[in-house]
């Protein structure tokens, strides 16, 4: 991550995924912005089976707490939280990808981020059509830096599914360099992971509920430099005339 004054906008599907994926990182690039996508409950008093894993009565419960929980997680790092107005999976109403790739676009432009970071999609339905509508975004604003993230909260579980998505990418046209953030703006190692760690703490109902698993949230983070391929062969072509001068 090259960029010489990057302002960092990362896509979370759902609360905590930013920290648990990015966490070191945003402990590296204080006011950036993370914009959790399905951050809102539905109008009735439903109970889904994954929040009474988490101990909640209700879904108005569940999003009144994850939200206390991403305003703490959030804080440690100084970064910018962005909510959008929908619902996960889990509340029987989803957007449509038309619908999430235009509200996204617009959350990008009105924001001052010329870094961003998607998702791989290896959790379930609704981190896949975050991943869709990304790369749906992607070519007509590829005069922005973007980078993928690998979701961490259950990684022995996704990572087939993670080789998958980098093999998706190139069938949609987008080369996927495997990348490491600029040293030039990373904190000692040591102080990153214990920011991160006191971020994951945060979010409490989270680790009650099924993402609990052996650590996996301070697992080491793995980036993606995403690149339209046709722009990426133009790089290179400059590159090796720049060479032979």
Not at 87 to 92: E, G, K
Not at 131 to 154: K, M, Q, S, V
């Amino acid at each position: 991550m090259s960029e010489t004054h990057p302002r960092l906008l990362i896509l979370s599907p759902c609360f905590g995924d930013a920290v648990f994926g990015c966490g070191t990182l945003l402990a590296s690039y204080p006011d950036s912005a993370v914009c959790t996508v399905f951050a809102a409950a539905p109008e009735h008093a439903v109970r889904t089976e994954r929040d009474a894993q988490c101990g909640f009565g209700n879904a108005q419960q569940a999003l009144r707490q994850r939200t206390r929980e991403d305003d703490a997680a959030l804080a440690i790092f100084d970064a910018i939280p962005i909510r959008m107005a929908f619902r996960d999976r889990q509340y029987l109403d989803p957007p449509s990808l038309a619908t999430l790739t235009a509200a996204l676009e617009e959350a990008i432009y009105g924001s001052t981020a010329n870094t961003l970071l998607m998702p791989l999609g290896q959790h379930d339905a609704d981190h896949a059509l975050v991943f869709d509508a990304c790369c749906g975004l992607l070519p007509r604003l590829a005069h922005l830096a973007w980078f993928g993230y690998e979701e961490t909260a259950r990684r022995g579980e996704v990572a087939e599914i993670g080789r998958t998505r980098i093999a998706e990418l190139a069938g949609r046209g987008i080369v996927a360099t495997p990348a490491r953030p600029d040293t030039r703006h990373a904190l000692d190692p040591a102080r990153q992971v214990l920011a991160k760690r006191d971020a994951v703490r945060a979010y409490a109902s989270r680790l009650q509920g099924n993402d609990a698993r052996a650590g996996a949230p301070l697992a080491p983070e793995r980036y993606w430099r995403l690149d339209v391929a046709a722009r990426t062969a133009g790089a290179r072509h400059r590159e090796r005339r720049a060479a032979a001068r």
